[in-house]
């Protein structure tokens, strides 16, 4: 784009409703969000279970700044990797079943680092239509042969691998579950083609992790977990932290260790991140009822809510409400729900094709609050 073309296309942004400004947040407490100076019940965050304001997260953070520093100082395989750094991932490995995990600094780029490590031009990959954006770029940097199916449609799938069964290479990749519709996987099913169409399956867990499973994941709430090739996540979600994790077998995770690119020459997650989070996983594994148990009932409870309100949504399985509206009644939407204390996401292009108000629930909710928030959708809407 020409530099005097920018503003005519932001203007154009502007009147179809898709411009984008940074909102200034003044305060997060728990639950609640301060925004514009209005304090709101905060739907609108992944912190599904409120562990990002949890008390003995913040002084495991706390410990680890003591006790290494600030900064890591380096990639890992250089000068950045100290031992907690090795305890997080034997912890990760043992939750998840798998026999090796690596810790990297983000989902996103978590996603480009298995995508364009381990395929290239002779590889083709099977993409579920709507997964998450960091997939799509790791595609197109790997120069692999990507092939989209329709959403959760594993019959189309099975058609694609058919009419490309020649290539030698294939793997298969998909959300667990999905950020903006809110629904699952088909697992147990793609598990079920791998025997016939032999490819490696690489799956998403960023927001399955903590809430499902007893806080394991999608895969092993449907106990499929030791056909899943690659198991990916990440702690900024439910786990209220930061970075992510790459759950495999030892060669696969060494393999990535010794050609992944944006794990060689990149400095190390800080200590103190790396500290909560492995205070998180502890928190999760000895409570876990408490925090995913709960909000999955609060799920159940908003889902019924919803439903006797009247109030359309898409057909969300998980802790994810998407509303669907056009992209001006979104943003209409979403101030009148601030004003009524309520903070929500809007998502628009490029996002999803489909506007919607994105309402994601918080196991720190009581259920008062869970009410609130359907009441206040029904005189928003």
Request: with cysteine; glycine share 8%.
């Amino acid at each position: 784009m020409k530099y005097f073309d920018i503003a005519k296309e932001l203007e154009t942004i502007k009147s179809e409703g898709l411009y984008r400004k940074i909102p200034e947040i003044q305060r997060q407490c728990g639950k609640n969000i301060i925004v514009n100076n209005i304090c709101a019940l905060n739907c609108a965050s992944n912190d599904y279970l409120g562990f990002s304001q949890n008390e003995e997260i913040k002084l495991a953070a706390l410990d680890a700044i003591k006790d290494y520093g600030n900064s890591s100082g380096g990639s890992r395989v250089v000068s950045g990797n100290y031992n907690i750094y090795n305890r997080l991932e034997k912890e990760l490995a043992d939750f998840k079943g798998y026999e090796s995990c690596l810790i990297v600094n983000s989902g996103y780029i978590a996603n480009l680092l298995i995508v364009s490590t381990l395929a290239t031009p002779d590889t083709i990959i099977f993409t579920d239509k709507l997964n998450h954006a960091s997939i799509y770029d790791g595609i197109r940097l790997s120069g692999a042969k990507m092939v989209r199916y329709r959403h959760n449609d594993v019959s189309h799938l099975e058609e694609l691998l058919k009419k490309y069964s020649a290539f030698p290479e294939k793997i298969v990749i998909t959300d667990t579950i999905f950020s903006m519709d809110g629904d699952r996987a088909r697992l147990r099913e793609i598990v079920n083609l791998k025997e016939s169409y032999r490819f490696l399956l690489v799956i998403d867990e960023a927001h399955g992790t903590g809430v499902f499973g007893k806080g394991r994941g999608l895969a092993h709430e449907y106990e499929v977990e030791k056909d899943i090739d690659i198991n990916m996540g990440t702690f900024s979600k439910a786990l209220g932290g930061f970075g992510a994790y790459i759950c495999a077998k030892c060669e696969l995770v060494e393999y990535l260790i010794n050609k992944g690119r944006g794990f060689i020459y990149t400095t190390s997650l800080p200590p103190a991140i790396v500290g909560g989070n492995l205070k998180a996983i502890e928190l999760l594994k000895e409570n876990y009822e408490q925090y995913g148990g709960k909000l999955i009932t609060y799920c159940e409870i908003f889902r019924k809510l919803l439903q006797e309100r009247k109030i359309d949504f898409l057909n969300s399985t998980s802790q994810i409400f998407p509303i669907v509206v056009s992209n001006n009644k979104a943003l209409q939407a979403q101030n009148k729900l601030l004003k009524l204390g309520i903070c929500v996401a809007v998502a628009r292009r490029p996002t999803v094709t489909t506007p919607r108000l994105r309402v994601s629930l918080r196991a720190d909710f009581d259920l008062s609050d869970i009410y609130k928030i359907a009441d206040s959708l029904v005189n928003t809407l």
